[in-house]
């Protein structure tokens, strides 16, 4: 199955379904079912950012599925969106606004037991399907 590593806190705040989109700056074609794999990267300072929320974060593990069902081109449009929708969640790509790239819009998102693996870069295939 297509599988896509992000890094910690992020790939536990899609799990949680705290965060709807996952940014890149390239875009996909690809519509359909996903692996969210938590990465061994950290971003320390979103950490910092979401410790009030108490969440448990695995590494180097597939934690989640999904389904890719847009990609968004990241505009002043879309901005304004995210503010309105979580701006602690999207407080990156609100207060950069000249970062350009895509929004992969996720949807039916279901944690799952987790599944250690090795990361990669881009959308990558994991052979088994999930316990």
Known sequence: MKTITIKQPWATLIAEGYKEYEF??????????IYIHAGKGIDKEA????S??????EYGAIIAKA??????????????????????????IIDNPSWQGYGF??????KIKPIPAKGKLSLWDYPAKEK
């Open 105 to 110: 819009q996720l949807s039916e998102v279901k």
């Open 67 to 92: 389904k890719i069902i847009n990609c968004i081109s990241v505009d002043n449009n879309f901005r304004e969106m995210a503010k309105e929708k979580n701006p602690l969640v999207y407080k990156n």
């Open 47 to 50: 950490m910092k950012r979401f």
């Open 24 to 33: 890149r700056t390239w875009k996909t074609k690809y519509r359909g079912e």
């Open 52 to 57: 009030h929320l108490n969440l448990k974060y």
